[in-house]
Nanobody
Framework: QVQLVESGGGSVRAGASLTLSCAASGFTFGHYAIAWFRRGPGREREGVSCINDRDGTTVYGDSVKGRFTISRDSQRDMVYLQMNALKPDDTAVYTC???????????????????WGQGLQVTVFD
């Protein structure tokens, strides 16, 4: 059974950086897409970034391009989201998700994910 556990959230001042971690278990890296989603107060869920673990290709949502970086450590079954230049609009619950893929996906933010972490809060204040 796929399990995902996030860590690294918190409250920071605008302009600061945070790194979120997603610890994965129950599957073998190499055939999955792993993504970060977020839901801000009063907002719809938004795809932040995703990575194809087989080849490391990545996709970013428009609102985070150039500020966030997703990466993986296949040896440790970990996925990270480095968030720089944080803004108050980045305030949200961030959740890690995974899905099995036969091959790397050009737009791994599209479509449904079937395994989800519990989510964690990131708050950015002025």
């Amino acid at each position: 059974q796929v399990q995902l556990v996030e860590s690294g959230g918190g409250s920071v001042r605008a302009g600061a950086s945070l790194t979120l971690s997603c610890a994965a278990s129950g599957f073998t890296f190499g055939h999955y897409a792993i993504a970060w989603f977020r839901r801000g107060p009063g907002r719809e869920r938004e795809g932040v970034s995703c990575i194809n673990d087989r080849d490391g290709t990545t996709v970013y949502g428009d609102s985070v391009k150039g500020r966030f970086t997703i990466s993986r450590d296949s040896q440790r079954d970990m996925v990270y989201l480095q968030m720089n230049a944080l803004k108050p609009d980045d305030t949200a619950v961030y959740t890690c998700a995974a899905r099995y893929t036969l091959s790397p996906q050009a737009d791994c933010l599209a479509g449904e994910y079937d395994a989800w972490g519990q989510g964690l809060q990131v708050t950015v204040f002025d």
